[in-house]
């Protein structure tokens, strides 16, 4: 059997997905015009670098051997993350990078609406039994609520008490639960059993934090270094503190605290973070969830295409790219 390369799905369905997020902003009526303006706006200013759309069509061709059917679960993901990632960098102070056209208020409010109840109308839009549509509407609420708690632990969260195991238990709620939400939603809408459905929750949960270390490497070989600027916990850096003897610990607090406004701080807090000891770490834990990602799959097993395609995206988000 060939093997299904997950950028060559994406490529034969995104038309589809685009057409089914322009359906619910047509459905919102005539009376929901600036709604649909702001929307597509919003849509157009936070588009994905990479097309994740597919996971809920993996997961579904991985239940039934056939994507399509998840279409509208990709759709909300679109949606989801399109919210998500704009309130993140509200959260960051990146508010200035407004859609162009939209004010900072009407982008707000155009995220609270992409990210909650558009994903809500296309799910109670599918023709599927309203026990169906309540569980995946479920969902939907009680990942923005892990999502939400995840994201508060990564603002409070101080280098005191950082550790590898706090980092990724807030990486669990900001990127596992929406991640967890969409896998489990597929899953659900294939028809898939309470164990397995719980499975497959287990999986997004499991490839969030992945993806969220594969962007943590991505911020510093952009030369973007948000998170520097932003003074945010990362995995890399807790394990830099927890490699650390007392006195260096103590310059990487002091690093953080400086690299929000000083250049040469960033330099060295960047050189902190890159050096052998840290990045062996690093690589050691990533593989530990690659292995757990792999674990999972395994157990669930479906058809083999899908599969393959999933531990593929795997790889990508477990790859260690930082030298």
Known sequence: MSSLAYADLH???AA??????EHALEELGPAAAAVRRSIAGLLGHQRMKYPLSVLPLLVHGAETGAPEPAVPLSAVHVLWWTSACYLDDLADGH???TPRGLGADEALLAAVLSGQALPIRVVQAQSVSDALRNALTCEIVNCWIGAVEGQLRDLRG????????????AYRGKSGAPFAMITAMAAIL???????TEQWREFGDVFGVLWQLFNDQEDLLSGRDEDLRNGTVTYLLACALDEASPGTRDRLVELSAAARESESARDELRACLLAPTVLRRYEKDLGTHRDEAYRVLDRLGGHA????????LVDQSAGMYLT
């Open 11 to 13: 490529g034969r369905i």
């Open 305 to 312: 295409q899908h599969v393959s395609a999933l531990r593929q």
């Open 16 to 21: 589809e997905i685009d057409a089914e997020i």
């Open 190 to 196: 294939a028809g898939a059993d309470h164990d397995r």
């Open 158 to 169: 101080g280098l005191d008490a950082a550790s590898p195991v706090s980092v990724v238990e």
């Open 95 to 97: 508010g200035t990078h």
